[in-house]
Protein backbone atom coordinates (compact mmCIF):
# COMPACT_ATOMS: atom_id res chain seq x y z
CA UNK A 1 0.00 0.00 0.00
CA UNK A 2 1.54 3.39 -0.93
CA UNK A 3 0.35 6.28 0.34
CA UNK A 4 1.14 9.58 -1.24
CA UNK A 5 0.52 12.98 1.29
CA UNK A 6 -0.01 16.23 -0.21
CA UNK A 7 -0.22 19.27 1.53
CA UNK A 8 -1.66 22.85 1.03
CA UNK A 9 -1.16 25.81 3.46
CA UNK A 10 0.05 23.40 6.23
CA UNK A 11 3.85 22.00 7.04
CA UNK A 12 3.92 18.04 7.26
CA UNK A 13 5.94 17.10 10.34
CA UNK A 14 6.86 13.56 11.10
CA UNK A 15 4.33 13.36 13.74
CA UNK A 16 1.56 13.82 11.53
CA UNK A 17 2.88 11.83 8.94
CA UNK A 18 3.33 8.88 11.20
CA UNK A 19 -0.72 9.61 12.38
CA UNK A 20 -1.70 9.74 8.48
CA UNK A 21 0.05 6.47 8.08
CA UNK A 22 -1.52 5.10 11.28
CA UNK A 23 -5.13 5.69 10.62
CA UNK A 24 -5.19 5.73 6.56
CA UNK A 25 -2.93 3.30 6.14
CA UNK A 26 -4.55 0.83 8.83
CA UNK A 27 -7.91 1.20 7.49
CA UNK A 28 -6.69 0.54 4.15
CA UNK A 29 -4.44 -2.44 4.86
CA UNK A 30 -7.93 -3.83 6.78
CA UNK A 31 -10.74 -3.39 4.21
CA UNK A 32 -8.59 -4.16 1.02
CA UNK A 33 -6.81 -7.05 2.58
CA UNK A 34 -7.87 -9.58 -0.65
CA UNK A 35 -6.42 -6.65 -3.58
CA UNK A 36 -4.13 -6.78 -5.61
CA UNK A 37 -0.84 -5.15 -3.97
CA UNK A 38 0.07 -1.88 -6.10
CA UNK A 39 -2.72 0.19 -4.84
CA UNK A 40 -2.10 4.01 -4.64
CA UNK A 41 -3.93 6.21 -2.10
CA UNK A 42 -3.65 9.78 -2.02
CA UNK A 43 -4.12 11.80 0.81
CA UNK A 44 -4.76 15.48 0.63
CA UNK A 45 -4.16 17.91 3.79
CA UNK A 46 -5.66 21.23 3.31
CA UNK A 47 -5.74 24.36 5.43
CA UNK A 48 -8.37 26.29 3.76
CA UNK A 49 -7.36 29.68 4.86
CA UNK A 50 -4.44 31.15 6.81
CA UNK A 51 -6.22 33.94 8.39
CA UNK A 52 -8.74 32.10 9.83
CA UNK A 53 -8.47 31.10 13.65
CA UNK A 54 -11.88 29.56 14.59
CA UNK A 55 -13.94 26.94 12.55
CA UNK A 56 -13.68 24.38 10.21
CA UNK A 57 -10.07 25.50 8.76
CA UNK A 58 -8.77 21.86 8.22
CA UNK A 59 -9.97 20.00 5.67
CA UNK A 60 -8.55 16.44 4.60
CA UNK A 61 -9.44 14.14 1.29
CA UNK A 62 -8.80 10.98 0.20
CA UNK A 63 -8.57 9.61 -3.54
CA UNK A 64 -8.37 5.61 -4.24
CA UNK A 65 -8.51 4.03 -6.87
CA UNK A 66 -10.12 0.33 -6.76
CA UNK A 67 -11.35 -1.92 -9.26
CA UNK A 68 -11.31 1.57 -11.82
CA UNK A 69 -13.23 3.27 -10.23
CA UNK A 70 -12.07 5.68 -8.10
CA UNK A 71 -13.56 6.69 -4.54
CA UNK A 72 -13.37 10.13 -2.56
CA UNK A 73 -13.82 10.73 1.01
CA UNK A 74 -13.68 14.23 2.38
CA UNK A 75 -13.82 15.74 5.66
CA UNK A 76 -13.58 19.40 7.60
CA UNK A 77 -12.72 19.92 11.23
CA UNK A 78 -11.22 22.28 13.79
CA UNK A 79 -7.91 20.67 14.17
CA UNK A 80 -6.20 18.09 11.32
CA UNK A 81 -5.99 15.48 13.57
CA UNK A 82 -9.64 15.62 13.77
CA UNK A 83 -9.97 15.88 10.19
CA UNK A 84 -8.24 12.79 9.79
CA UNK A 85 -10.39 10.56 11.72
CA UNK A 86 -13.14 12.12 10.46
CA UNK A 87 -12.30 10.92 7.07
CA UNK A 88 -10.85 7.22 8.18
CA UNK A 89 -14.51 6.85 8.94
CA UNK A 90 -15.64 8.26 5.68
CA UNK A 91 -13.55 6.04 3.84
CA UNK A 92 -14.73 3.07 5.40
CA UNK A 93 -18.47 3.60 4.40
CA UNK A 94 -17.37 4.66 0.70
CA UNK A 95 -15.41 1.42 0.61
CA UNK A 96 -18.51 -0.74 2.15
CA UNK A 97 -20.96 0.97 -0.25
CA UNK A 98 -18.50 0.35 -3.12
CA UNK A 99 -18.86 -3.09 -2.07
CA UNK A 100 -22.18 -3.37 -2.11
CA UNK A 101 -22.41 -2.06 -5.47
CA UNK A 102 -19.76 -4.82 -6.69
CA UNK A 103 -22.27 -7.65 -4.96
CA UNK A 104 -25.25 -6.02 -6.58
CA UNK A 105 -23.75 -6.01 -10.25
CA UNK A 106 -22.79 -10.13 -10.35
CA UNK A 107 -25.88 -11.08 -8.54
CA UNK A 108 -27.88 -8.85 -11.63
CA UNK A 109 -24.89 -10.72 -14.25
CA UNK A 110 -26.34 -14.15 -12.92
CA UNK A 111 -30.01 -13.29 -12.88
CA UNK A 112 -29.50 -12.57 -16.75
CA UNK A 113 -27.59 -15.48 -17.53
CA UNK A 114 -30.19 -17.66 -15.56
CA UNK A 115 -32.83 -15.74 -17.61
CA UNK A 116 -31.30 -16.37 -20.49
CA UNK A 117 -30.62 -19.81 -20.51
CA UNK A 118 -33.94 -20.77 -19.10
CA UNK A 119 -33.02 -22.10 -15.90
CA UNK A 120 -34.82 -21.84 -12.56
CA UNK A 121 -34.61 -18.99 -10.68
CA UNK A 122 -33.73 -21.55 -8.08
CA UNK A 123 -30.57 -22.64 -9.89
CA UNK A 124 -27.40 -21.34 -7.79
CA UNK A 125 -23.96 -20.18 -9.24
CA UNK A 126 -21.07 -22.13 -7.65
CA UNK A 127 -17.85 -19.94 -7.01
CA UNK A 128 -14.52 -21.48 -7.98
CA UNK A 129 -11.48 -21.51 -6.26
CA UNK A 130 -8.88 -20.15 -8.36
CA UNK A 131 -5.63 -21.31 -8.85
CA UNK A 132 -2.58 -19.37 -7.96
Known amino acids: MKITIRTKNLNLD ?9 KIGET ?3 LLIKERPPLEAGVELIRVTRHHQKGMVFRTEVNLILHGHEIIAEAG ?10 VKDELETEIKR ?14 FFKKLLHLSPLAMFKKRKRKN
Open 14 to 22: QDLKNYVDE
Open 28 to 30: LEK
Open 77 to 86: AYSIKEAIDR
Open 98 to 111: HRGKEKDLRIRKER
